[in-house]
């Protein structure tokens, strides 16, 4: 019966339009079907449709969550004020509060303290609105507040003014840390604050400038977060060569200073060193305009290729991981930056808008974390896509390419970062016939 009709169909020419019709309502049905069970991590531009794979990695994570990022704090015997840390952390970074929760116990409360008391710290620094004669002694002061169940400032309209207004409770839970993280947290503060005060009044000028300048804003948030992973016996040998961790920081923080140079600007910031930016324009704002676009991309990509030469370091870093949650923890920021500079580099559109990865990619990264040899597929994914990019007319193309090849030889691996379209193509393929056989016979 069901073959008769079949044939009638496709001898009438009614088969074409009945298998589109059916293929189109397949479509539909599927597309709602995936908006609904997406929600908020819902495809919002035509772009994510060239990545199946990271709409599989969203459907799944949506319906079953992800045992690799998965909250290990237990909120219920928490206090209320270091359930409220919790809270600003994930205020203020999806991505940090995910891999920071994975940590879980005393390690994580730590390491979310020591996060949001330096987040205070770059508010002070970031505000324009304060000005420089309050700014300097809170910047020098600030690890003394951690002592004052009072302190607070009230001063700021950052965006991210309420972990200063609400200091004492983030105080609070800092003086419940054990004496030997109370330390790390005061130590790292005390030099973070110094340093910030420093370029306060100094000018990125040079490279050795930005590298002093990332070292204070960013290397010691790695020493900071490897001390603590050590002192709560979770790994051994971080802090045996703290370049590394320095390492670390300074190519999140070079990464940061690229990818948001535009608020930074709209903001009255700038962090782009001096040496860099006027080989291309006599001011660095003109490098926002439309006719200087070509050396505004030419400068990004300099910075990005002096931003790789930290990447052998995170390698070595990496290898010394042995604890799946710290890998975790450790892994997931850099990867989101490797992607960022691939995002930004020889991108017109980079003082355009702020450049921003996807969230399903961001979660395949992810979902990488906890085997180091995917983690470094990652990397050479992404550093092949900036190897193939170079254009041959960059002033620094053999720089560039240089960078690549020797971040490349320390990412080696047997493991291939795939995408698994295909499987994704076959699964909808797979329903649509189902769905046309169903209807046929029945």
């Excluded at 088969?15 to 991590?41: E, Q, R």
């Excluded at 690890?143 to 003014?161: A, G, I, M």
């Excluded at 970062?417 to 169903?438: D, E, K, M, Q, R």
């Amino acid at each position: 019966m069901a073959y008769r009709i079949l044939n009638d169909l496709h001898s009438s020419g009614w088969f074409t339009v009945v298998f589109v019709l059916t293929a189109y309502g397949s479509s539909y049905f599927l597309g709602t079907i995936i908006k609904t069970i997406v929600g908020p991590l819902i495809i919002r531009d035509m772009e994510m449709l060239a990545h199946p794979d990271e709409t599989l990695a969203l459907i799944r994570y949506a319906l079953f969550g992800s045992e690799i990022i998965k909250q290990r704090c237990d909120f219920e015997s928490m206090s209320s004020g270091l359930r409220r840390c919790y809270w600003y952390l994930e205020k203020r970074s999806k991505n940090f509060a995910a891999a920071i929760g994975s940590l879980g116990g005393e390690v994580g409360n730590a390491i979310c303290i020591l996060y949001l008391v330096l987040r205070a710290l770059d508010t002070i620094e970031d505000d324009m609105t304060i000005p420089k004669d309050v700014k300097l002694p809170v910047l020098r002061n600030m690890y003394t507040y951690l002592q004052d169940p009072k302190w607070k400032f009230t001063e700021s309209k950052d965006k991210d003014k309420i972990v200063l207004e609400e200091f004492p409770i983030l105080s609070r839970e800092f003086r419940n840390l054990s004496p030997a993280l109370q330390i790390i947290v005061s130590d790292t503060t005390k030099e973070m604050g110094m340093g910030m005060a420093k370029y306060i009044e100094k000018t990125v000028d040079t490279f050795d400038d930005l590298n002093e300048y990332c070292y204070y804003v960013a290397g010691l948030t790695g020493t900071g977060a490897a001390g603590a992973v050590v002192a709560c016996a979770l790994e051994e040998q971080l802090c045996d060569d703290t370049s590394l961790a320095i390492g670390m920081g300074r190519f999140l923080q070079k990464t940061n200073i690229i990818c948001d140079c535009l608020d930074d600007l709209e903001e009255g910031r700038g962090y782009w060193p001096t040496q860099v930016w006027q080989k291309y324009s006599s001011s660095i704002k003109d490098l926002t305009k439309k006719e200087n676009r070509k050396k505004a991309v030419h400068c990004v990509n300099e910075l990005i290729t002096d931003a790789l030469q930290h990447i052998p370091d995170i390698m070595k870093f990496f290898s010394l991981l042995t604890h799946n949650r710290v890998k975790t923890f450790m892994t997931i920021p850099q990867m989101v930056a490797i992607a960022r500079l691939e995002k930004s580099y020889n991108n017109p559109e980079h003082f355009v808008k702020t450049l921003k990865i996807r969230k399903g990619q961001t979660l395949r990264i992810m979902n990488t974390s906890r085997d180091i040899e995917s983690v470094k597929s990652v990397f050479y994914h992404y550093l092949n896509k900036i190897y193939n990019r170079i254009p041959a007319d960059d002033p620094n193309a053999l720089k560039t390419k240089a960078a690549c090849l020797r971040a490349m030889a320390t990412c080696r691996t047997s493991v291939i970062y795939t995408f698994g379209v295909s499987s994704f193509y076959l699964l909808v393929i797979a329903i649509l016939i189902i769905i046309l056989a169903v209807w046929l016979i029945f």
